[in-house]
Nanobody, 123 residues
Framework: QIQLSESGGGSVQVGGTLRLSCIVS????????LGWFHQAPGKGREGVAR???????SYADSVKGRFIVSQDNARNTLYLEMNSLKPEDTGMYYC?????????????????WGQGTQVTVSS
């Protein structure tokens, strides 16, 4: 059974830093693509960053140069380092997994989801 569990959210001031973690269990690595998604209050989920099984990454334009997605050596924990945080980064952050050969930042293509962790950025 594939499970994902996020942690690391919290409240920070503008310009601050947070590091989110997502423990991934029960998931094979072949064709695995892990992603981070943001859901602002009252809005739908949007892709933030993804890490494919070949190590390639991609980011939403809104976070390029500020956020970094990575995983641990055991490849069972996904991280999102969030720097220079802005008020518009506020919301729930979810990690998710998909197992097709192509990678994507579209939330519709991800089948397995964690419960999310809240990030609040205040000025």
């Amino acid at each position: 059974q594939i499970q994902l569990s996020e942690s690391g959210g919290g409240s920070v001031q503008v310009g601050g830093t947070l590091r989110l973690s997502c423990i991934v269990s029960g998931a094979a690595e072949k064709n695995r693509c892990l992603g981070w998604f943001h859901q602002a209050p009252g809005k739908g989920r949007e892709g933030v960053a993804r890490l494919a099984s070949d190590g390639s990454t991609s980011y939403a334009d809104s976070v390029k140069g500020r956020f970094i997605v990575s995983q641990d050596n055991a490849r069972n924990t996904l991280y999102l380092e969030m720097n220079s945080l802005k008020p518009e980064d506020t919301g729930m952050y979810y990690c998710a997994a998909k197992f097709e050969w192509w990678s994507s930042l579209s939330p519709d293509e991800y089948k397995y989801w964690g419960q999310g962790t809240q990030v609040t950025v205040s000025s």
